[in-house]
């Protein structure tokens, strides 16, 4: 079919961050097709340089809104790997909780408020509030209690305040922690109804598959967000964690502010469907029915489903929740002190899962605590070379449609992929191809 | 009836946890659109309009590109509230401004040949009013959620919003926290803007300054607090470096 058209979604709504699709097809053939990255550079790595050990995890919170627990994590895990500092259990399930929390509240937003609109042939969670009123208020009710539960282990749910090296500022009290798992328990109700309203629309989600390489922590013990070791479904684990750029090789494009990445093949993908392909058999066993409800099994190489493998990571997030709260309740939750850092000069590494994918910070340290080196590894930035690909193989397969629907099913894959683009756009050590 | 103020929320380089806090109302946005129109907003809405009373701009300005985008927004709006650090002050986006910019290019990008780029064109961190009037300030790193809602009501309202010229301390002591001083912390609250319900030194952590510094700050009473603990003026100042880089006071109090 012969035709000329051009799609040019300047700045794409509904994701974090600013993006454009650029597609050009004449006579059929399609003459350009680009993923760009439009957001302004903020130079975080260079920030960092001549910042106090303190000073770090409230600079990195701030390179994203919605994962700042996670930047927080990864940047205490590195400066407490430079100090050789080791962290009490009760800090291990606490930090647990934080992730979990922000896991939730960010899956929800993008499930709810970002991708649920095109599923319901909206523009966006407005108009849906008077016609589903109910699976509206779900939505709500679920990022309501994920935000509460952010604000309760870290002070505040953008930005946490009570993450501090070494521990916590503030612990919750054995009276708050009861009151969450209550509301956790009914929570997990209301996910099991979320699922059934999203299943009655999931044939909305393109049957589109393309097969890519997937690249996340793993563990022997739990579903990995907190700790784990790198692992890839094409090479399987690479334990030397501090070698991370082995796995993760970084480049950069001219139409994008934010790094590339590849490692075996010409890109690859992070984030639940990347978990979950990893490490589906160690969910919960909630979260495995609602797999089921999807026939979502590993390895799925359609990245429109990465919506529903966070469906799946939201109800084993509120399980595994569940499970530490029980330990830290019958542990006894103490006020402790955060453990006192021994400031010396070295390099720390900190990898952790978060709600797009593996993060991981890398601080170079001097004797007195202050940094000289900083860089920081996005998840955004591992998947936009992956969202080229997939375009390049989608737009072929769906030249025939209308040029409205072309326009939606290209805006619906980077939405799948959850983009957070301010957080993507800071490089450091930058190899050019 | 009179219509409902049309609004539009917009950003620029930041972490979007400002607007973020907007949808972190959760159910009260409802009470919100109904007495304005949301009517852009990138972040969860696909629909957009270029017809707006009030703009609502979050993040800072880096980039010639930007700030021609900007001048576009100011050029709609009757109304325009910069929203969080990075717009109000510049934030943290302004700490790399005690280094030039070729100076951090090079440190981030290596050698690589950026000239002609236009999106890797950036000069000085500017906040918003370093470039177009701002009318409203909704201070804090991120916004305080209550404090959104009452500044958008009362300008919907015509009213003029009642933000705190107080510092932190005041909220600090109504909650009734141990003073991070006394912790032995280096806090900021003596010279920092109130509005925030001193919610940092409520979780055990000192003040960081995001909402920026009040103007009276030399007086006797944040003298008295850092002679107590062998402190002077100018080692507070010397902190205010997150969120205050090369700012002298809050400009912003008539």
Avoid at chain 1, 22 to 35: A, C, H, P, R
Avoid at chain 1, 51 to 73: A, D, M, V
Avoid at chain 2, 217 to 245: A, P
Wanted: proline share 4%; hydrophobic share 40%.
């Amino acid at each position: 079919m012969s035709k000329d058209f051009s799609v040019h979604v300047e700045h794409i709504t509904r994701v974090e961050g600013h993006g454009n699709i650029v597609l050009d097809v004449k006579n059929g053939k399609i003459e350009k097709l680009q993923w760009n990255v439009v957001e302004a550079p903020r130079f975080f790595e260079a920030m960092l340089r001549g910042q106090q050990y303190n000073e770090l995890r409230p600079i990195t919170s701030r390179i994203c809104g919605i994962c700042s627990i996670g930047h927080s994590l990864a940047s205490l895990k590195a400066t407490e790997d430079a100090f050789d500092i080791k962290i009490t259990k009760q800090t291990a399930i606490l930090r647990r909780l934080a992730i979990h929390a922000e896991n939730m509240q960010s899956h929800i937003l993008h499930i709810g408020y970002l991708v649920a609109p095109d599923l319901f042939g909206v523009g966006s969670v407005f108009p849906l509030v008077g016609k589903h009123t109910d699976t509206v208020m779900k939505i709500v009710k679920l990022h309501r209690l994920a935000n509460e539960m952010s604000d309760l282990i870290c002070g505040r749910t953008i930005h946490p305040i009570r993450l501090i090296v070494g521990g916590f500022s503030l612990v919750p009290t054995e009276r708050q922690l009861l009151h969450l798992k209550n509301r956790l328990a009914e929570a997990q109700d209301l996910t099991k109804e979320l699922a059934v309203v999203i299943q009655s629309v999931a044939d909305k989600l393109p049957t589109f598959t393309r097969e890519t390489e997937y690249i996340g922590l793993t563990s022997d013990s739990e579903y990995a967000l907190y700790d784990g070791v790198i692992a890839s479904t094409d090479t399987g684990k690479h334990p030397a964690y501090r070698d991370y750029k082995e796995v993760i090789n970084e480049y950069i494009v001219p139409q994008s502010t934010a790094k590339y990445a590849k490692h075996a093949r010409e890109s690859y993908m992070v984030g639940a469907l990347a978990r979950f392909n990893l490490n589906s058999t160690q969910l919960h066993p909630v979260a495995q029915e609602v797999a089921h409800m999807f026939r979502l099994k590993p390895l799925t190489y359609n990245p429109f489903m990465n919506t529903i493998a966070q469906l799946v990571e939201f109800s084993h997030s509120i399980e595994d929740s569940l499970l530490l709260i029980n330990s830290l309740l019958d542990q006894g939750i103490k006020q402790e002190k955060p453990v006192k850092p021994v400031v010396k000069a070295g390099r720390g590494v900190g990898i952790v899962e978060v709600p797009r994918g593996i993060l991981v910070h890398d601080y170079t340290l001097n004797s007195k605590g202050y940094c000289t080196k900083a860089n920081c590894i996005i998840p955004t930035n591992q998947n936009h070379a992956n969202i080229q690909l997939d375009m390049e193989k989608l737009v072929p397969e769906i030249l025939t449609k209308s040029q409205k629907e072309i326009e939606l099913t290209l805006e619906m894959l980077v939405r799948a992929y959850d983009p957070c683009i301010s957080c993507s756009t800071h490089y450091l050590d930058v190899i050019f191809v | 009836m009179k219509q409902k103020p049309r609004v539009a929320v917009f950003d620029f380089a930041d972490c979007e946890g400002c607007e973020l806090q907007i949808a972190n109302l959760e159910e009260e946005i409802l009470d919100l659109i109904s007495f304005v129109d949301i009517v852009s907003f990138r972040e969860v809405m696909k629909e957009h309009s270029d017809s707006y009373d009030i703009a609502i701009v979050e993040g800072s300005i880096m980039r010639p590109m930007d700030e021609e985008r900007l001048r576009g927004i100011r050029s709609h709006a009757k109304i325009l509230i910069a929203l969080g650090a990075c717009a109000t002050m510049g934030g943290v986006n302004k700490i790399r401004n005690q280094w030039m910019p070729e100076e951090v290019k090079k440190d981030v990008y290596g050698d690589a040949n950026l000239k002609g780029n236009e999106l890797f064109d950036v000069f000085q961190t500017k906040a918003i009013n370093e470039v177009v009037p701002v009318d409203y300030y909704i201070f804090g790193c991120p916004i305080d959620r209550d404090e959104f809602k009452s500044v958008i009501t009362a300008i919907a309202l015509g009213k003029k919003p009642d933000i705190p010229r107080y510092p932190v301390c005041v909220e600090c002591k109504k909650n009734e926290n141990i003073c991070q001083f006394e912790l032995g912390a280096f806090c900021l609250g003596p010279i920092t803007r109130a509005g925030c319900k001193a919610i940092c030194p409520t979780h055990n952590s000192p003040c960081e300054g995001c909402r920026g510094l009040i103007k009276k700050q030399d007086t006797e009473c944040v003298k008295e607090v850092l002679e107590r603990y062998k402190l002077s003026y100018e080692d507070i100042r010397r902190r205010c470096t997150m969120y205050n880089y090369g700012r002298k006071e809050c400009s912003y109090d008539e």
